[in-house]
């Protein structure tokens, strides 16, 4: 993909933000990445507001590479992540109201629907806490990780990842709505989580057989 629909690409993600209920007012951060070079939205801009132009451009160490504005007081972040995970080309990171309350709980999710079982492969877990913005956020963040899909981070949101920008924006709405059936569940006598090889099976038939295939 080219710099300017990564770019293009980032914007379309962070306008769906707030209206999504994902985030309220500038709070989350989205980026992608192309080779080295890592596309972010700015610190404390309005979504709604933004363009591709205001998207800045830096490099996985990051050095600005094109932009005019701050980047996210995440991009530590989102860089740890691409440099630990080659396979990963898109970070989105939300403050969801049902995630957020397990996040502030301490409380990892564990894999009680079919969705987040095919999506997700099994439970998101929580990074211990640091706070906002650094380093030790970061680090944190990507050992609770590991190759998994999400991860809650305490007191603060959730990071969903993925091989593609819609991939990680998938992840971060299966998540929510998981959370929120594993909150209600819970008013209802607690949910009962899927077994672990019932979520190895819902994974595998999801990637081998969920879709089209092109001929």
């Known amino acids: 993909m080219r710099l300017e629909k ?36 700015p610190s404390g801009l309005p979504y709604d507001e933004l363009t591709p132009a205001d998207i800045i451009l830096v ?11 701050r980047p996210s007081t995440e991009l530590h972040l989102h860089l740890t992540l691409y440099r630990r995970r080659s396979d990963l080309n898109a970070v989105v ?4 109201v049902a995630s957020m309350a397990l996040a502030a709980s301490r409380h990892p999710l564990p894999p009680c629907t079919e969705e987040q079982a095919q999506i997700l492969g099994g439970e998101v877990p929580v990074a211990a806490y640091a706070p906002p913005g650094t380093p030790e956020l970061a680090q944190a963040a990507a050992a609770a990780l590991g190759e998994g899909k999400a991860v809650l981070l305490a007191h603060h949101g959730l990071v969903g990842v993925g091989a593609t920008l819609d991939e990680a924006w998938l992840v971060v709405q299966v998540v929510e709505k998981s959370a929120q059936i594993y909150l209600w569940s819970c008013l209802l006598g607690g949910p009962v989580p899927l077994a672990p090889e019932e979520v190895r099976s819902l994974r595998e038939r999801f990637l081998r057989d969920y879709g089209q295939r092109r001929s």
Request: a neutral charge.
């Open 6 to 41: 990564l770019r293009a690409a980032v914007v379309r993600v962070g306008k769906d933000l707030v209206p999504t209920g994902m985030v309220l007012g500038t709070w989350g951060n989205v980026s992608a990445r192309e080779g080295d070079v890592v596309a972010i939205t």
């Open 59 to 69: 490099d996985l160490q990051g050095n600005l590479v094109e932009g005019k504005w």
């Open 93 to 96: 990171h939300t403050h969801s």
